[in-house]
């Protein structure tokens, strides 16, 4: 509901909006019917507040950015940054793959320099810097070598090696290069000024036990926005945006012109690119358990800001996701695919679980885990997964297991009369490192039954939290044999493979034949192999 305020210096509208909202239209009508000629005494809250500037950008920061300020693809912005990094006569920026939006301090000596170098054109020149400019340090600042730890660049800004000759160098941009520039060199030149100060007005009346609400901020000093004049933030825009009259504490107020607004809830928007990206960065804001989110928030999520980009190509190219304007949207194959591989397996598409993993290999970069117990975690977590698909396979795909005649022959390295294979390095590393940290000694006949293995693990290792010293696992539902069978299909097309439980990349190439034992092959189509294996 809305209505306007008259009070003696001018009038203003005030907003009623209730938590839990109002869904019954009478009762809305009712409150409205309230407010129509209330008068009453003003509630004015009235404090200075001061905002920040920005972080800097990393590389998903700029694709969100261009995203949605340029209709740029993921792809487009890490090429035109590319370009401005290492193109011949240019190079004006450092490396863009950023993974954090911190600068280490032995940078903070280049910034009088930097600073120095891009007021001298006229683009940059109109930006009040302060003198001496605003060093901001630790969690909450710009320079903070703490925040590098695990990481290999820092945050993307002007190149100091060469911002002296931009005038020379910006006869060479092109129209793209110059905008991606621009928005690092904004970015980097704000990070350097004063907070924006504000005075921030809030105002209350109650009607009869109903609070209507208004709100207005009165700009003290512009500080790091000067960098940025044609900007304002949500809150500033819109049919909220507001100028408060002068308003005294207690003074009173009469409503007229109450309404009632209908409005509907809307759906999250859809993505573009630029917050596709981000999306996968967060990976931890799709895992519902709330311990587990917290610890995640640290985590690098889905790909890296090399690779993510390209992740997206490869989904459009393979027909998964499609352009719709600006938007990203999954294609009625990617919605298949999504839905074959939720049914054989939720992990398939879980980007916690991801994130989780994720998480694995960057305690390892910073020494908290060790590479063996990170690698066995990871195969583990493959090898779940594997035995969820071939146990949802039938008969049709995989012959049974056990027991089975053979004809006198022994699938290599099967072990005889057991209708198993032994276990991988892998999992033998595990059992052990499992058996070391609980204090028991692994099972008989541990070493040449994966059965065996499989059986201990489903008991011992957690299902959920760190395994040892950091991994984040479910043993559940292992596979029913430890490798597949001479009878498994042929599959063509290979792009990545698992051998012995560890995944390596491969280009794209054909095979003939099942190839050694223990081999795995994951096909080109996902959706053809996923359907085949799961029998959905």
């Given at each position: 509901?809305?209505?306007?305020?008259?009070?003696?210096?001018?009038?203003?509208?005030?907003?009623?909006?209730?938590?839990?909202?109002?869904?019954?239209?009478?009762?809305?009508?009712?409150?409205?019917?309230?407010?129509?000629?209330?008068?009453?005494?003003?509630?004015?809250?009235?404090?200075?507040?001061?905002?920040?500037?920005?972080?800097?950008?990393?590389?998903?920061?700029?694709?969100?950015?261009?995203?949605?300020?340029?209709?740029?693809?993921?792809?487009?912005?890490?090429?035109?940054?590319?370009?401005?990094?290492?193109?011949?006569?240019?190079?004006?920026?450092?490396?863009?793959?950023?993974?954090?939006?911190?600068?280490?301090?032995?940078?903070?000596?280049?910034?009088?320099?930097?600073?120095?170098?891009?007021?001298?054109?006229?683009?940059?020149?109109?930006?009040?810097?302060?003198?001496?400019?605003?060093?901001?340090?630790?969690?909450?600042?710009?320079?903070?070598?703490?925040?590098?730890?695990?990481?290999?660049?820092?945050?993307?800004?002007?190149?100091?090696?060469?911002?002296?000759?931009?005038?020379?160098?910006w006869p060479r941009l092109s129209g793209d290069e110059?905008?991606?520039?621009?928005?690092?060199?904004?970015?980097?030149?704000?990070?350097?000024?004063?907070?924006?100060?504000?005075?921030?007005?809030?105002?209350?009346?109650?009607?009869?036990?109903?609070?209507?609400?208004?709100?207005?901020?009165?700009?003290?000093?512009?500080?790091?926005?000067?960098?940025?004049?044609?900007?304002?933030?949500?809150?500033?825009?819109?049919?909220?945006?507001?100028?408060?009259?002068?308003?005294?504490?207690?003074?009173?107020?009469?409503?007229?012109?109450?309404?009632?607004?209908?409005?509907?809830?809307?759906?999250?928007?859809?993505?573009?690119?630029?917050?596709?990206?981000?999306?996968?960065?967060?990976?931890?804001?799709?895992?519902?358990?709330?311990?587990?989110?917290?610890?995640?928030?640290?985590?690098?999520?889905?790909?890296?800001?090399?690779?993510?980009?390209?992740?997206?190509?490869?989904?459009?190219?393979?027909?998964?996701?499609?352009?719709?304007?600006?938007?990203?949207?999954?294609?009625?194959?990617?919605?298949?695919?999504?839905?074959?591989?939720?049914?054989?397996?939720?992990?398939?598409?879980?980007?916690?679980?991801?994130?989780?993993?994720?998480?694995?290999?960057?305690?390892?970069?910073?020494?908290?885990?060790?590479?063996?117990?990170?690698?066995?975690?990871?195969?583990?977590?493959?090898?779940?997964?594997?035995?969820?698909?071939?146990?949802?396979?039938?008969?049709?795909?995989?012959?049974?297991?056990?027991?089975?005649?053979?004809?006198?022959?022994?699938?290599?390295?099967?072990?005889?009369?057991?209708?198993?294979?032994?276990?991988?390095?892998?999992?033998?590393?595990?059992?052990?490192?499992?058996?070391?940290?609980?204090?028991?000694?692994?099972?008989?006949?541990?070493?040449?039954?994966?059965?065996?293995?499989?059986?201990?693990?489903?008991?011992?290792?957690?299902?959920?939290?760190?395994?040892?010293?950091?991994?984040v696992l479910s043993t559940a539902a292992w596979p029913?044999?430890?490798?597949?069978?001479?009878?498994?299909?042929?599959?063509?097309?290979?792009?990545?493979?698992?051998?012995?439980?560890?995944?390596?990349?491969?280009?794209?190439?054909?095979?003939?034949?099942?190839?050694?034992?223990?081999?795995?092959?994951?096909?080109r189509d996902p959706v053809a192999l996923a359907a085949?294996?799961?029998?959905?």
């Amino acid at each position: 509901m809305v209505a306007t305020a008259v009070v003696e210096a001018g009038q203003f509208r005030m907003r009623h909006a209730p938590e839990p909202r109002l869904l019954k239209r009478e009762d809305a009508d009712a409150v409205a019917a309230l407010a129509q000629g209330f008068a009453g005494p003003l509630a004015v809250k009235v404090q200075d507040k001061r905002q920040g500037p920005p972080r800097l950008h990393d590389l998903p920061g700029l694709q969100r950015l261009c995203g949605s300020r340029f209709g740029w693809s993921a792809s487009k912005t890490l090429e035109v940054a590319q370009e401005l990094y290492d193109g011949q006569g240019k190079k004006v920026i450092t490396y863009p793959r950023a993974e954090t939006r911190y600068l280490p301090e032995s940078l903070i000596p280049d910034a009088p320099v930097i600073v120095a170098a891009l007021r001298a054109g006229q683009t940059f020149g109109q930006i009040p810097m302060p003198e001496p400019l605003v060093i901001r340090r630790g969690v909450s600042g710009t320079f903070h070598d703490k925040g590098l730890a695990g990481v290999s660049h820092h945050a993307v800004i002007p190149n100091a090696n060469t911002v002296g000759d931009l005038k020379t160098i910006w006869p060479r941009l092109s129209g793209d290069e110059r905008r991606l520039f621009d928005v690092v060199a904004r970015s980097y030149l704000a990070a350097l000024m004063p907070d924006y100060r504000y005075r921030q007005t809030t105002v209350t009346l109650d009607v009869h036990g109903n609070v209507f609400l208004a709100s207005g901020r009165q700009p003290i000093e512009a500080g790091w926005r000067a960098a940025f004049p044609d900007w304002r933030p949500a809150e500033e825009r819109g049919e909220d945006a507001q100028p408060l009259p002068v308003l005294r504490h207690g003074e009173t107020a009469r409503l007229t012109d109450a309404a009632v607004e209908n409005k509907e809830t809307r759906p999250p928007p859809r993505y573009n690119e630029g917050t596709l990206v981000e999306a996968m960065q967060n990976a931890w804001r799709f895992v519902a358990d709330g311990p587990l989110r917290e610890r995640l928030r640290e985590a690098k999520g889905i790909g890296t800001p090399a690779t993510r980009a390209e992740v997206i190509r490869g989904l459009k190219a393979q027909e998964f996701l499609a352009l719709d304007g600006k938007h990203i949207v999954p294609t009625e194959r990617g919605l298949a695919l999504f839905d074959v591989l939720q049914r054989a397996d939720p992990a398939l598409v879980d980007p916690g679980v991801t994130a989780q993993l994720e998480l694995l290999l960057d305690d390892v970069v910073v020494g908290t885990q060790e590479m063996a117990g990170a690698v066995d975690a990871v195969c583990a977590q493959a090898l779940r997964i594997i035995g969820r698909l071939t146990n949802g396979a039938g008969a049709q795909v995989l012959p049974p297991t056990g027991d089975a005649p053979s004809h006198g022959k022994t699938t290599p390295g099967r072990v005889a009369g057991t209708g198993t294979l032994p276990p991988t390095e892998a999992i033998r590393r595990y059992v052990v490192s499992l058996s070391q940290q609980k204090g028991i000694a692994p099972p008989a006949g541990w070493a040449k039954s994966g059965a065996v293995c499989r059986a201990f693990l489903d008991q011992h290792a957690p299902s959920k939290g760190r395994a040892g010293g950091g991994a984040v696992l479910s043993t559940a539902a292992w596979p029913a044999d430890d490798g597949p069978t001479p009878q498994q299909p042929d599959i063509g097309g290979l792009d990545t493979v698992v051998a012995d439980g560890q995944a390596s990349s491969a280009p794209p190439r054909k095979r003939k034949g099942r190839g050694p034992a223990g081999l795995w092959c994951i096909n080109r189509d996902p959706v053809a192999l996923a359907a085949r294996e799961t029998g959905v």
